[in-house]
């Protein structure tokens, strides 16, 4: 039985290249056709295939709108938060969770520090978009023609002597983080607060969400914040497989790794 499950679940992937005919999908799998037939027939009564005029068989539309029904069931913060939380309990400070949605960057999850200076930070509450790492790390993986026309029509309000100034200045540090993977605020928003963050990346590879670890100067500086950005890539990268539910592979940072 899990033979015949594993090939008829390979069959998808081939399909996905493009439409096969029965003897390509048997030769790919190394059947006979009247197996390969069978395989096909089955998955053709659930809607997973779909046989053409010409008698090739293509993925089936009831595929793709399970694979919609599922994205649109995912919920990042639900599968987010004990890595959060993990996160939290390594390092001590406050870790924040964000999505891009409206035109807006929010953040939707957040553990506190187990320091006594905390940040001033609530879910559902906007982000200072033009300098927080979480909203550049979003930002900077819209189209871009999408970005440009956004960091136009954006004010650039200067919180410190850090903030980011105006349109073309942005427009660098985003496609600075979208070259590297991750994002920094280094007193851009209050000068004692630093912050690193990592995307967060659906199937599509495309950013869903961004996290970020944030910490006054008065815990730890700048540079010594910078030394935990391995161990926050390697989250943002746990949280990505879980999402997109892919396997586990050797594409992390590793422990050593400086940023």
Same mark, same amino acid.
């Given at each position: 039985?899990?033979?015949?499950?594993? #090939?008829?679940?390979?069959?998808?992937?081939?399909?996905?290249?493009?439409?096969?005919?029965?003897?390509?999908?048997?030769?790919?799998?190394?059947?006979?056709?009247?197996?390969?037939? #069978?395989?096909? !027939?089955?998955?053709?009564?659930? %809607?997973?295939?779909? !046989?053409?005029?010409?008698?090739?068989?293509? &993925?089936?539309?009831?595929?793709?709108?399970?694979?919609?029904?599922?994205?649109?069931?995912?919920?990042? #913060?639900? /599968?987010?938060?004990?890595? &959060?939380?993990?996160?939290?309990?390594? /390092? $001590?400070?406050? =870790?924040?969770?964000?999505?891009?949605?409206?035109?807006?960057?929010?953040? /939707?999850?957040?553990?506190? +520090? #187990?320091?006594? =200076?905390?940040?001033?930070? !609530?879910? %559902?509450?906007?982000?200072? /978009?033009? =300098?927080?790492?979480?909203?550049?790390?979003?930002?900077?993986?819209?189209?871009?023609?999408?970005?440009?026309?956004?960091?136009?029509?954006?004010?650039?309000?200067?919180?410190?002597?850090?903030?980011?100034?105006?349109?073309?200045?942005?427009?660098?540090?985003?496609?600075?983080?979208?070259?590297?993977?991750?994002?920094?605020?280094?007193?851009?928003?209050?000068? +004692?607060?630093?912050?690193?963050?990592?995307?967060?990346?659906?199937?599509?590879?495309?950013?869903?969400?961004?996290?970020?670890?944030?910490a006054p100067n008065v815990v730890v500086t700048a540079e010594e914040l910078l030394t935990l950005l391995p161990l926050v890539r390697r989250t943002a990268d746990a949280?990505?497989?879980?999402?997109? $539910?892919?396997?586990?592979? +050797?594409?992390?940072?590793?422990?050593?790794?400086?940023?």
């Open positions: 039985m899990s033979q015949t499950v594993d #090939r008829a679940l390979s069959i998808l992937p081939l399909l996905a290249q493009g439409p096969a005919d029965l003897g390509q999908v048997a030769e790919r799998l190394g059947v006979h056709k009247s197996t390969a037939l #069978r395989l096909l !027939r089955t998955l053709h009564e659930h %809607g997973l295939v779909y !046989r053409q005029e010409d008698q090739r068989y293509r &993925l089936g539309a009831r595929l793709f709108a399970l694979a919609q029904e599922a994205v649109e069931n995912l919920d990042v #913060r639900e /599968i987010a938060h004990p890595h &959060l939380v993990s996160l939290n309990e390594q /390092i $001590g400070h406050t =870790v924040h969770l964000a999505v891009y949605e409206d035109g807006e960057v929010l953040y /939707i999850d957040k553990v506190e +520090s #187990r320091y006594p =200076v905390r940040m001033y930070s !609530r879910i %559902g509450k906007p982000v200072a /978009i033009t =300098v927080a790492a979480v909203a550049k790390l979003l930002l900077a993986d819209l189209p871009e023609p999408e970005r440009r026309t956004l960091a136009e029509k954006l004010d650039y309000p200067m919180y410190t002597s850090r903030s980011i100034p105006n349109a073309a200045a942005f427009l660098k540090e985003l496609a600075v983080v979208r070259e590297q993977g991750w994002a920094c605020d280094l007193g851009g928003h209050e000068e +004692s607060i630093n912050c690193i963050g990592a995307s967060i990346r659906g199937a599509d590879k495309r950013v869903v969400a961004a996290m970020s670890v944030s949280i990505s497989r879980e999402y997109s $539910g892919a396997a586990p592979d +050797s594409t992390t940072v590793p422990p050593e790794e400086a940023p």
